[in-house]
């Protein structure tokens, strides 16, 4: 059977997931897993849990580029073992690279190498910039969004509400919310 997983790292990604699992149909994958989730949160990628766990002995696992399975080598060597391990084979069709060869194997191994090594010189850059803009006054960062609701922490908090519901009330981490408590009981 020839299994597909398709996924995009946000909501706003509809048409590059749609363009996913279009070519995934036109591959024949009889069964797709979809998912609109980050590539560096392993463990909230439930669909692709969901794929490794369906395939059988015989099966293709396909998607249509590298970066939609794996960001780092370590990653992908431990899905494709997870593949390996069922007797199935991994496809990237932007590649051509079929894991049911020994080429392919190393293919795959050298062009993940290279990927995340391209990944590490972009944030390598991003963190120069963002250093650089500091250094000029242009970069502030986030702005703090609890400490900006302190009075309403403390209000809620004077009526008996607690924390997990004060966080929830102002969408903001219940550890803020104990922060700006444990602030307030310094003062």
């Not at 794929?51 to 293709?60: C, N, P, T, V």
């Not at 894991?99 to 990944?119: D, H, I, S």
């Amino acid at each position: 059977m020839i299994v597909g997983y398709a996924r995009t790292s946000t909501l706003d990604q509809t048409a590059g997931l749609e363009a996913q699992q279009r070519d995934l149909a036109d591959a024949g994958c009889e069964k797709v897993f979809v998912e609109q989730v980050s590539s560096v949160d392993v463990t909230a990628r439930e669909q692709l849990a969901q794929a490794l766990d369906y395939i059988r002995e015989g099966d293709a696992l396909v998607v249509t580029k590298l970066d939609r399975l794996a960001r780092s080598v370590a990653h992908l060597l431990e899905v494709l073992e997870k593949i390996e391990a069922k007797g199935a084979t991994l496809r990237i069709l932007s590649m051509g690279i079929d894991t049911g060869t020994a080429t392919g194997k190393l293919m795959l191994t050298l062009l993940g190498g290279v990927a995340e090594f391209e990944r590490s010189i972009m944030l390598e850059r991003q963190r120069e910039g963002i250093a650089k803009a500091k250094a000029a006054g242009k970069y502030k960062g986030r702005k703090p969004t609890a400490k900006a609701k302190a009075n309403e922490v403390l209000c809620l908090r004077a009526e008996g509400v607690g924390a997990t519901e004060i966080a929830k009330r102002l969408g903001i981490g219940r550890a803020s919310v104990y922060r700006i408590l444990e602030e307030e009981r310094k003062t």
